[in-house]
């Protein structure tokens, strides 16, 4: 059984680097038009979701069972997150680049403080 720590380390490490690859996007077109760069940025993307599935189940929240609200706001900021992805590796406009990447920012830290403060 896979246990809680593993599934804390595949949440946090897929995350740091989904957050390298924005970077990486931001200026850098010929690697983000490369359809091998975009799949990683799918698979990596999903891995997030998966250990913080995973996460769901070792913090003992039962199948069926409905989710905590700060559990739903980081399932709607991984939603906002990878279309901020997608729109950063389709659109040409820098402005736009940068205006995504401040919004992932914002979206990160209303994450993060959702799953470290669980106020809601
Ligand atoms: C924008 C995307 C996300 C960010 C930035 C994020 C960030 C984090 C961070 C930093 C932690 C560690 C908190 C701690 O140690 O106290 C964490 C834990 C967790 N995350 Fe995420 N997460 C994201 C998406 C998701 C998604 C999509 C899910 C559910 C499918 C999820 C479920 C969880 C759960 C269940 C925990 C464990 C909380 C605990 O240990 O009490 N996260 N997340």
């Known amino acids: 059984m896979i246990s809680y720590e593993v599934y804390k380390i595949l949440h946090i490490m897929t995350l740091l680097t989904l957050l390298f690859s924005v970077g990486l ?27 913080g599935m995973g996460l769901i189940a070792r913090i003992g929240i039962k199948h069926g069972e409905a989710f905590p609200a700060w559990i739903m706001v980081k399932i709607v900021a991984w939603i906002v997150l990878n279309l901020l992805i997608v729109l950063i590796l389709k659109t040409k406009n820098q402005k736009t680049k940068y205006f995504c990447a401040v919004t992932i920012a914002v979206v990160v830290f209303i994450a993060v403080m959702s799953a470290i403060t669980k106020m809601l």
């Open 25 to 51: 996007s931001l200026n850098n077109v010929e690697i983000s038009s490369k359809r091998s760069f975009r799949i990683i940025y799918g698979v990596v993307s999903f891995l997030v979701f998966v250990g």
